[in-house]
Structure formats: structure tokens, C-alpha cells
């Protein structure tokens, strides 16, 4: 129903109708058939959509659930928001541990497969509700502070364990499962998060159709210039006391009816689902169709530096005491004693029963070379030579916007002599300028010594710990006070093998590439360096000064490499006044500052913000912010990240991409050209393994995914224009042809018409399979078909082919037999002059319509490379022009021509034909960025 009263398809009805009371029995029922082909092709995609989206909602299973006071068994389709379940970690290969709902974790812990969710491989660590160091926070579900107590729907439980012995509360007795996790129930159906992403896939996958406000203003402008000629033929029919007025009224209408071909619906999503289907075996999918167009006028790229640029598979170069000595983890119980308690306490690491750890990668390489085991239920972790025995008594987990994690743990100590001794201790470790502040004092040469390796492009870790009378639960701030520094883990993490290759390529076709991370700065600006972002030499560090007096204005500091400083000033023109020959990196304290002061104006710090090149040490808020301001600009962004604290900046984009950071293996790709084949088949697109973390999720760790996704992009936004185009020109010259005809009271045949709209369906599908270029080139495609040089493109094109039309009609009523003027007008349908000369004439204008705006080059594979269409555009003028000269009887007869007179000047005819196709040279103008 939903298809059949929309206003395009209305409309559409309602003119085929009317060229049937114009007796075109054969060109109506193509119509009518081009239709209901296309409607009832959406509807199938539409029902196959419907039973994919059902297979990505969560299957039903068994849960143990709280009510009436007892533990009962039900159906997870029943929960309902508020009940007590117990959810436990099955083990097999058919194992299904995907959580019916989203839940709040009240007792238990549990290690959590995000990767639906955020695009972050990295299994997630759970902690219950009640363990939370401040208990008087107003819980909030949209609140990122929970997320670490929240269970979300479809994500997959790979380990949980419960303390069997410990007391549930509210009188409620203990589940009889004895491994299992214990939560309540928040979200169900839509309102989960997998709810979420199955509603982006149902609502978007429909905004690339006609209705949007483009192809509605384009059919304006047709519509205006093909009522002129409507009005045109209305008033001189109506001035004619020998013509019928029903005939005049109908005729019309039919030439404004003639500037809305019934094609054009399925033409303006063919690119687009093309573009989606083709990006499929590259490991690519799309949840978000209207973004593809999109991606082709990207202008900015912004990336994510851990994980994305380089690789998370960390290794650590060493530990350094404040002398800058350097110590193995193998001999730190030699040297560094408590930095070794801190590496082996203070993680969020998980050990399942097969006895496989998971967790954060610097965490897991840390342990496995320490050699320590830890033990999940009682959250204890043993030394390899039983001499140390750490219970964590409390976690504080790492925060992206803290930049640190802690624990309060109870440490048994077997000493030399035997006796053992309990130590209770806070151990910490975060970012270096972040522990620094929570030092009871800080060595002499720890700004120096961070400063030397993250230079050299090394990721540096603080530990501290602190002394504790008692091991128990307390307040997060007193805990990470007055702390003793016992070290820095230097960690190594080089570029993906072919990030270089890739972001060259970028840098190459004029694109402005970014990092946003939250790692120090100095590493960021080396891993710029590397890329060839920016130059080493021409980088500048903006930092802030401190207010010398009540009052005074907070004044910014540009300092070099070498700590020199360059510029001190309030006014941010100044700053920006130095951004063409330097690249400028900022720290997210500074661009709080900047973005939180009301002495700058908002014009100068967006503009500002535009010219950064690396952001550091940025909370995932200021990712969001930073793609925010970009956008206010008028820029196009892409954001490429692979983990949680992207989800916004990758939302936020116009174009965002996650990464799964899988292994492309040759299993994974013929996994990919299983989905590619599926989709071609049955014209739908698959989610593979989309997340709702962004419109794009990329299955594999490469970077190539942003070439990719641009490459397709530039060719569905450049196939959709050129399509607007050649529609624009064959439409209006079929409305002022038809106008020609009907002022001389003459009309196109049934048969005529609908061999000749034939070849212009055909040609519609070919162009929409163009195929990119392999290579992005340091051209901006146009943005719209509004496009200044478009416009011009298809106005003098028009101009040149109303010129043609009028020759020819003016030469072919010379040529027109008296006796055929002497019929009448509005009769049935005979061969004429006039009909054969426009009829071919215009059906010539639509081929080189075809050659002439075919973009090719710089943007998509040029037209010689585009498969059969050129052989069937040169074989259709080939055929025209042997009907122009009307050699070929049989072929007059079958097109419902008339026989030219023998002194018909065919030459005159052909020459039009050819000048017309010559004279207008192709007027895309590709400007350089």
C-alpha cells in the first residue's frame, strides 16, 4: 500500500493514463511495465531486507529469571525491563552466548565481545553495579560512566564467574546456577542496542530514492521550462477554431508529463546499491546507503592512531626507574619491586576455563612475560614462584576521560627466610602528564625522560602505587593521591604494514588527513612525521600559559620540537596567520581551553581547529567536538577508528568506518565473495558484520578500507550527476520535440515511441555499473547536479540542441507534401516529414547525450572501459544515419518513418546531426582542490 499511493508512483499512473488517451497502447504498457518491474523489485528487496533484519535480531533461549519470589525458567522473548536474571557462560562449539537484552550487571563479573557494538575487538571487562567506587551517582543508561556495569543486547559473553558464597540482597535468594552472573533487566526489542542498529538498517536503507530534495527541485526546474513550451502549444491550439480543444488540453499536459521519465526512481538508486554490493568483497559494509554519495565528496580525514595507523599488537622495549635505566620484566623483581605488583595487579585481564587470557594486548604481553597466573572467581593473582599473592580487593577500571586504572589490593609476600608477609597497597598506572599530578613528589628527570621516547614515537606508560593501612573500598580521589612513582613502561607500536602506502595516496589526491588520538603528543606527531602529514621541522605544539594575574588574559604558546619557543599570544589570527608553512598539534587540556574561553570568537576558533593537524590526549567528547567543527565549516569528514572511544566522531562524521581488525585470510575472502554473490543475486545488501559503531564497518585492520570506501563513492555521486544530466536534456528535448509536433497538429507513433525509449533504458542500466578508478586523482568532484559548472554544462548543451531542432523543423516543412497539410490536425497517426526528422534527430540527441556526459576520468573508469555501451551507442547512430539517408525500407517501415523526397537534402539532415554532436565540447570542469 505504502508504494502504491506515493506521490511519484501517483503521479506516474496517472500519466501513462493519459498516453493512452492519446492511443499509445504499446509505449503505455512499457511504461506501465517499467513501473510495476521496479515497484515490485523494491518490494522483494524490501521483504528480503525484512527477513535479513530478522536474522540479526537476538534468537530466543532459555534464561533463569527472579519473580514471584523463586527462580523460574522462561523464555527470554518474555523479559520485560526490571526482571532479575541469571545469565551463565556456555562452553562448546555451539555455544550461543549472546545476551537477549541489555542488562545491568548487579553480581559477578564477566569478559564481553564488543565488536557489534563498538568495532573494538578487545574483549570488554565487566564489573557489577555495587561495586562501583561512588554509589551516589544518579545511574543514567545513556551515561558512558556505565557502560562498564551494562551487559548490551547481542554481545557475546566469552567468560563470567560469581562468588557463589556472597549474598545477592533484597531478600533474594541465591540463582541456582553456581557460575553465572546475576543482572536486571534495563532495554528490550528496539530499545536495545542491537535494536538500534536493526532500526538504522530498516530506516535508511530507504533514503536514496526519489523523494529526496534534490531530485524533487531538479523535477521543478524541468517542469518549469516544459510548461513554457506547454503554454506555448495551449494558447496557439486554443487560437485555432479548427482544433479540438479536449486534444490540445491532453497534448499539453503530455509534454509536461514528458519530463518525468518513470525510469527515474530506479536510476537514482541503481549507482548507490552498485557502490554498496561492490564494496562487499572488500570486507565492507554499509548499514547507511545515503552515505555512499557522501563518501565521494569527502574533504577531510581524520584517523584514529592506535589501532588504526598502527597496530595493537604492542611490544614492550623495557621499564625505566627516574635514573632513565632500563630493567627487562624478567629482572624487575631484581630492581624494580613494585612496578612488578603494579604489572601484575592492576589489569583488567580475564582467564577463561580453556585457560586463554583476554584483555587490553599491553596487558596480556605484560602478564605472559611476568609468567603469573590469575584466577577469575576469587580475582586473585599468583607470582610463577608462589611467592607473591595479590587479592584485588577493589578495581577502579581505566577511563578514557581519567586516563588511568587502579586497584586497592592485599598483597602475601613469601619472603627469602619463609615468612610471609601482608602488604596492602594502591597500585596506578595511566598516562604519564596525568600520574605525574598525583605524585607525592616527581623525579627530576621524569619530563625529560617521557619527552625523549615519546619523541622517538614510543607509547609510555606511568606506574605509582601508594602504601595503605587497610585494603578496602574507598573514595577513587583518595586512592589515586599522594602516590610513589615506580616506573615507565616503554612500549613500541609500528604502523600498519600498508598505512604509509595508503595515507600517501590521500595526501596525494589533495585530501586533508588528521590524527585524533588520545595517545601523548609527541608519539602522535611522530607517527605525522612517518605518514609525511606534516614536516617534523615546520611542527608547532600549541600550549597555554598560566594567568600571571586576576584578570589577565590566558595567552597561547607556540613551541617547536625542541621546546623553543616561537610565539606567545592571545589572539588566535596570530596562530592562524603561521598555519601555511607549519603544521600545528594540540593536547586535549589545551583545546578544552580553547574551546571553553569566551575571549575567541567563534569564527576564529573553528578556523583554528581546521588547521590542527595532530589532536592528542583527547577524551572521546572532544573527538565528537572536533568532527563537529569541521562540519560547521563545510567540511565533508571521514572518521576512521576501531574502538569505543571513536563511536561518537564516527557517528558524528558524514562518513564513519570501523574497524574489526581482523586477519584477512584466504578463508575470510571467499567468505566476502559469498556475501558479494548473495547480494548481486538477490539485490539486496548484507549486513556481514556491521556494528552500529558507524555507517561502514571494515572486517580487516587496513586502512585501504578509506580508499575503498571513497573510490565507490566518487563513482555513485558522479554516476547519480551524470544521470541528472543526461535526464535534464533527453527530457526537455522530448518536451519541446512533442510541442513541435503538436503546434502542426501532428503526433509521434505507438510503435516509434516505444522503440526508441527502449535503447535509453538499456543505456541507463549500463552507465549505472560504472567502475571507479583504481587511483583517487587531486580532482574535487562536483558536489551536486546544482553545481555551477552542471548547470552550465547542460544549458549550452540545451541551447545547441534547440538550434538543431529548429533547422530541421524549419527544412522538413519545406519538404512537406502539400496533400499531408491537408489532412487536419489531431488525426490518427501517419508517417510525416516533420515527425521523421525530429523522431530521428532527437533519438540522435539521446546517444551523444550519453557520449558527451559520460564523466570517465578523473573520477570512474572512462567510457571505452565501460564494457558494451559504447558499442551500442556507436551501433544506434550508425543505425540513425542510415535511416537518415533512408537506404534501408525495411527499417523505415519497422520505425513508422516517411520516405524522404529525392531532393531532400540529406546531407543537410546528417550535417546537423554531426555538427550537433561536434560542436559542444565537453564542459566538465574537474578544479583542483
Known sequence: TEHIVAPFFVFQIFCTMLWMLEEYWYFSMMSFVMLFVFESAVIFSRIKNMERI??????????????????????????????????????????????????????????????????????????????????????????????????????????????????????????????????????????????????????????????????????????????????????????????????????????????????????????????????????????????????????????????????????????????????????????????????????????????????????????????????????????????????????????????????????????????????????????????????????????????????????????????????????????????????????????????????????????????????????????????????????????????????????????????????????????????GKNSFCVNGDVLAKISSNANYQDKDRNLLISKITVFARVSPSQKDYIIGVLNQLNETTLMCGDGTNDVGSLKRAHVGIALLNKEETVEEQKRNMSLFQRAQNEQITVDGDASIAAPFTYRYESVKCVINVMRQGRCALITTIQMYKILAINCLMLAYSLSVLYQQGLKSGDVQSTIFAIPLAIYFFMISRATPLEKLQPFKPPQSIFDWSQITSVAVQFAVHIIGLLFLTHLSLQYTPAEDLLLGPDKAFRPSMLNTVIVIYLSFVDATNFFINYEGEPFMESLWKSGMLPKFLVLHMLVLLVAALDVVPDLRSLLQLHELPEDFPNYLFIGTMIIDSVSYTHLTLPTNR
Open 54 to 579: 530478522r536474522g540479526m535480531r537476538i534468537q530466543h533461549r532459555d534464561v533463569k529469571v527472579y519473580r514471584n519470589r523463586q527462580w523460574s525458567t522462561i523464555n527470554s522473548e518474555k523479559l520485560v525491563p526490571g526482571d532479575i536474571v541469571c545469565l551463565e557462560c556456555k562452553q562448546g562449539p555451539n555455544a550461543d552466548n549472546k545476551l537477549p537484552c541489555d542488562i545491568l550487571l548487579l553480581s559477578g563479573a564477566c569478559t564481553m565481545n564488543e565488536s557489534i557494538l563498538t568495532g573494538e575487538s578487545i574483549p570488554q571487562a565487566k564489573e557489577p553495579i555495587i561495586e562501583r567506587d561512588n554509589m551516589s551517582e544518579i545511574f543514567s543508561i545513556k551515561s558512558g560512566q556505565f557502560k562498564m556495569n551494562i551487559l548490551f543486547g547481542r554481545t557475546e559473553m566469552l567468560y563470567c564467574s560469581r562468588e557463589s558464597d556472597k549474598p545477592l540482597g533484597l531478600n533474594i535468594p541465591p540463582p541456582p546456577i553456581k557460575q553465572c552472573c546475576v543482572g536486571y533487566v534495563l532495554r528490550t526489542g528496539f530499545e536495545t542496542t542491537q535494536g538500534k542498529l536493526v532500526r538504522t538498517v530498516l530506516f535508511t536503507s530507504e533514503r536514496v530514492t526519489v523523494e529526496s530534495k534534490d531530485a524533487y527541485f531538479f523535477l521543478l526546474v524541468l517542469l518549469f521550462f516544459a510548461m513554457l513550451a506547454s503554454i506555448y502549444v495551449l494558447i496557439h491550439g486554443l487560437n485555432d477554431p479548427e482544433r479540438d480543444t479536449y486534444k490540445i488540453i491532453v497534448k499539453s499536459i503530455l509534454i509536461l508529463a514528458a519530463v518525468v521519465p518513470p525510469e527515474l526512481p530506479m536510476e537514482l538508486s541503481l549507482a548507490v546499491n552498485n557502490s554498496i554490493v561492490s564494496l562487499i568483497p572488500h570486507g565492507i559494509f554499509c548499514t547507511e546507503p545515503y552515505r555512499i554519495p557522501l563518501a565521494g565528496k569527502v574533504t577531510v580525514c581524520c584517523f584514529d592512531k592506535t589501532g588504526t595507523l598502527t597496530s595493537d599488537k604492542l611490544k614492550i622495549n623495557g621499564i625505566l626507574d627516574e635514573n632513565d635505566k632500563t630493567f627487562n620484566i624478567e629482572d624487575l623483581s631484581r630492581g624494580n619491586y613494585n612496578a612488578v605488583l603494579v604489572l601484575g595487579l592492576c589489569h583488567s585481564l580475564t582467564k577463561t576455563e580453556s585457560g586463554s587470557v583476554l584483555g587490553d594486548p599491553l596487558e596480556k604481553i605484560a602478564f605472559e612475560q611476568l609468567k603469573w597466573n590469575y584466577d577469575n572467581v576469587k580475582k586473585r593473582t599468583t607470582s610463577s614462584d608462589g611467592k607473591i599473592e595479590g587479592n584485588i580487593v577493589v578495581k577502579y577500571p581505566f577511563n578514557s576521560h581519567l586516563k588511568r586504572m587502579s586497584v586497592v589490593a592485599q598483597i602475601r609476600v613469601v619472603g627469602n627466610d619463609g615468612k610471609a608477609v601482608i602488604l596492602n597497597k594502591a597500585l596506578t598506572k595511566g598516562a604519564p602528564e596525568i600520574i605525574r599530578g598525583k605524585l607525592r613528589s616527581v623525579p627530576e628527570n621524569f619530563d625529560k625522560i617521557v619527552n625523549k621516547y615519546t619523541k622517538q614515537g614510543a607509547r609510555v606508560l606511568c606506574l605509582a602505587y601508594k602504601d595503605l593501612e587497610e585494603a578496602r573500598k574507598m573514595p577513587r580521589e583518595d586512592v589515586e593521591n599522594n602516590l610513589t612513582f615506580c616506573g615507565l613502561v616503554i612500549t613500541s607500536c609500528p604502523l600498519k604494514k600498508d598505512t604509509k602506502k595508503q595515507i600517501e595516496e590521500l595526501l596525494e589526491s589533495k585530501h586533508q588527513v588528521i590524527i585524533i588520538t588520545g595517545d601523548n603528543q609527541y608519539t602522535a606527531a611522530h607517527v605525522a612525521g612517518e605518514l609525511k602529514i606534516m614536516k617534523p621541522e615546520a611542527l608547532l605544539f600549541i600550549e597555554s600559559t598560566k594567568r600571571q594575574e586576576e584578570g589577565a588574559k590566558e595567552e597561547l604558546e607556540l613551541v617547536d620540537i625542541n621546546g623553543q619557543l616561537r610565539l606567545s599570544t592571545a589572539k588566535l589570527e596570530e596562530i592562524i596567520s603561521l598555519s
